[in-house]
């Protein structure tokens, strides 16, 4: 009784030190789980698990053991019970097939047989110091009975953290083939599971007779470990999902740690023969072909299978959760083959021609971005027909600012036509180009080149333009490029996608842009570290700051906010001043260069210039927002602002009062986002020490701050405005797609040869590169 007490002590103080505690449990499951489904057909994608509402999990031994395989790992098992009875707490019906009892058993029986020895031994030599002494092998089936009492009030006392209640259900595989015991089992966890109780299950060890090999039955499982007990189970109750927790990632199709293997994302029915199986766990009695032949059996009764790691650190916490949210974990049993080639596949595909794009000649790439150029005006008709399908469906779904960036029209595919043009000779001057040349010594040249950064994913919301945009910065790089779109435009973005394909197989390199509209999570690409080198958002705000959290592995470039300021100073001019004012604002709301905020001098209030300003934004309809300063001056005040961060993206901006430019740049420093900033005055001191001093990407003089864009630069076309302050800053176009390389040209030479007793030495002599020189 003092054990039980001690044991359910500590997990009280384990559970109370992490982040989640009963109530915010209970809290969290007020959202209830209500999707009843008709069970006999498996899901066929990850985003339908959501709809599970009966599951089991499947706790292999090497999940639920320590590493020296005596005793229970109780962290990892403290957080994955966590998860199960959040989901329980949803609605949810949970079942667990666990492992344990034998490591619980001999960590047991040691402590026994060793205190024991100790006993004797003193008993018989009448001394303190004891001989060393060695415990014998343990019997598996002696260590399950002592172990299944410890381990089912482990389980009582953590679920009962959680308000939970569990019932312990021992089986045997004779229990599934006398049919008056399954009927009794299968209505013993009905009533269970009625009851809103977690069953937890496992076999018989005490008593189970060694597995016999081959020994299924037509069309049956036979229990021979807990894998089969698990699919055996998942069918008979009409389980929606089955996961089965491990100490691999998910099934691969070669062994884990071998220099080819690849974790499998989704496996069908038929795939076998291209797998290589590898050793089984260090514990436990099946192995990764055993999961997959219990996984298959399942997925063939209607449930649907994920294996996954339950040892992971990094995962453990969160794995079963992942899971149900449809979120890409481990590997997916499916029956339903996909249309088209998985994310993985079309990402090998990109990298494939993205290297051949790279290899042409610059005058190669710039045909195909004039080729792509003449199909946006020639097939304008079809584009425009597809993006108004896009714009009837998007209206009263979404806001106007992301309708706005919905919407093409004849005047922006002239206009993009134009830009790529542009592109397209400045194709000429990009993969290749020489940067240093330098002299390491006689007979031994450097040279720094520029190349391709590798594959890119670019992620945007509602503005189909971009894609045409993106996909010539792509292609004058030689990088190959992956495109997520919003749904939103998905008939625009495929009528593009299908004209830049078309562009790229005049050199045959169609496959190097690739357009993912397979069901992929946003978070799910951003773990591709080993397939994509970089990521560039275009969209809200929330989505750049989304990614930058999810892709911990790849870098990010761009900007989260696009809060953009123009400054009036007190000598600034009364029709520049105005004309600035309005096109920042007011010619594209929605755009992340427009003015969020306008800085005005103290010295301009109640001034003919201040109440020009103030009459042009109410012509426009532009909703003003009073910056605490501002709302002081005043008697009756606008809308106060509830924030000096806002980005509106409509036809709304804050004003507020500075006493000086000084003041407007420590306002700009302090509530800015370092993308563009503007200073309207006619002192040109004034002016440079504006634009010396703010710290942002783009600075501009007596200019509206809708100049900050690629286009407008001259780049051609821009991925996007980044406000990093390494690599590209500012819009980003063909540089920003860049790298370099390192090419050492020599004779043999070794290091050896400049050491104290070489016969050379280090010359370092720059060589002159000619303007436009490639390598």
């Given amino acids: 009784m003092f054990a039980r007490f001690a044991l359910c002590s500590l997990l009280k103080c384990r559970i109370q030190r992490s982040n989640i505690c009963p109530a915010s449990i209970r809290a969290f499951s007020q959202a209830k789980f209500s999707l009843p489904r008709p069970h006999g057909k498996s899901f066929a994608h990850r985003s339908e698990l959501k709809q599970a509402k009966r599951i089991v999990v499947k706790l292999g031994s ?73 415990v014998p092998v343990l019997e598996a089936r002696a260590c399950a009975a002592a172990g299944q009492s410890g381990l089912m009030a482990l389980y009582e006392a953590m679920f009962t953290q959680y308000s939970t209640c569990t019932a312990q259900i021992l089986v045997t595989n004779l229990d599934f083939h006398d049919e008056q015991k399954r009927r009794n089992l299968n209505s013993t966890l009905h009533e269970l599971l009625r009851m809103n109780i977690v069953p937890i299950i496992n076999t018989n060890d005490a008593v189970v007779p060694p597995p016999v090999p081959n020994s299924d039955l037509q069309g049956v499982i036979s229990i021979k470990d807990n894998d089969s007990l698990a699919a055996r189970l998942a069918v008979e109750m009409k389980a929606d999902l089955l996961i089965a927790l491990s100490d691999v990632q998910g099934l691969y199709d070669s062994p884990p740690g071998t220099d080819d293997a690849k974790l499998i994302d989704i ?48 995962v453990t916490g969160h794995v079963i959760t992942d899971i149900v949210e449809g979120k890409k974990v481990g590997t997916f049993f499916s029956e339903v083959k996909p249309a088209g080639p998985t994310i993985e596949q079309q990402t090998e595909m990109a990298r494939h021609a993205g290297r051949t794009l790279a290899s042409l000649l610059p005058e190669q790439r710039g045909e195909i971005i004039c080729c792509l150029a003449e199909l946006l005006t020639e097939k304008k008709d079809e584009i425009l027909s597809a993006n108004r399908k896009d714009m009837e469906l998007a209206t009263g779904r979404l806001s106007q600012p992301l309708i706005n960036r919905l919407s093409l029209s004849t005047a922006k595919l002239n206009s993009l036509a134009i830009g790529l043009r542009q592109l397209a000779v400045s194709s000429r001057n990009s993969v290749g180009r020489v940067l240093r040349r330098t002299r390491v010594a006689n007979n031994l040249e450097l040279e720094q080149i520029t190349v391709p950064i590798g594959v890119l994913l670019v992620i945007f919301e509602s503005r189909p333009d971009c894609l045409p945009q993106v996909s010539a910065l792509a292609i004058s790089s030689g990088n190959a490029l992956l495109l997520k779109g919003g ?49 560039i958002p275009r969209g809200s705000s929330q989505l750049v700051r989304d990614i930058q959290k999810a892709a911990k592995g790849i870098p990010v470039l761009g900007h989260s906010e696009g809060v953009c300021h123009v400054y009036i100073d007190s000598e600034a001019s009364i029709d520049k001043a105005i004309e600035v004012v309005r096109d920042s604002k007011c010619d594209y709301p929605a755009a992340c260069n427009a003015m969020e905020t306008l800085l005005i001098h103290r010295d301009l209030l109640r001034t003919p210039i201040f109440d020009q300003i103030i009459d042009m934004l109410r012509t426009e309809q532009v909703k003003i927002h009073a910056g605490p300063r501002f709302a002081s001056y005043l008697t009756f005040s606008p809308s106060e602002v509830k924030s000096l961060r806002t ?33 309207v005055t006619e002192n040109e001191d004034t002016a440079e020490q504006y634009l010396q001093q703010v710290d942002s990407a783009c600075v501009f003089w007596n200019a509206s701050s809708r100049f900050a864009d690629g286009y407008r630069f001259g780049l051609g076309a821009e991925v996007g405005i980044s406000t990093a302050r390494i690599h590209a800053r500012g819009p980003v176009g063909l540089e920003g797609l860049l790298t370099t390389k390192w090419v050492l040209r020599g004779e043999g030479h070794t290091v050896a040869d400049f050491s104290e007793q070489g016969s050379m030495k280090y010359l370092h002599e720059h060589i002159p590169v000619p303007q436009g020189h490639f390598n």
């Fill in 62 to 134: 090497a999940v639920v053991t320590r590493g020296d395989e005596c005793g229970l790992a109780l962290g990892r098992l403290a957080s994955i019970v966590e998860q199960v009875a959040m989901l329980q707490n949803q609605g949810r019906e949970m079942m667990i097939v666990t492992s344990g009892a034998v490591a619980f058993g001999k960590q047991r029986l040691r402590h026994e047989i060793l205190l024991s020895q100790s006993v004797r031994q003193a008993l018989h030599s009448g001394q303190n110091q004891l001989k060393d002494m060695s």
């Fill in 487 to 535: 749904k939103e435009a998905a008939n625009t973005n495929r009528i593009l996608h299908q004209l830049t394909q078309e562009a790229l197989s005049i050199h045959g390199v169609a496959d190097a842009i690739q357009l993912v509209s397979t069901r992929e999570e946003v978070e799910d690409l951003c773990r591709l570290d080993k397939m994509i080198d970089l990521i």
């Fill in 647 to 679: 980005e509106y993206g409509d036809l709304e901006c804050c004003i507020e009062v500075v006493d000086s430019m000084q003041d407007a740049v420590d306002h700009i420093h302090k509530y800015g986002s370092s993308h563009t900033d503007v200073i």
């Fill in 267 to 314: 496996f069908y029915p038929g795939d076998q023969q291209s797998i290589t199986y590898g050793t089984k766990s260090r514990v436990g009695i099946g192995g990764m072909e055993a999961k997959v032949k219990a996984a298959l059996w399942a997925l063939q009764g209607g449930t649907s299978v994920i294996i996954a790691n339950g040892t992971d650190p990094k």
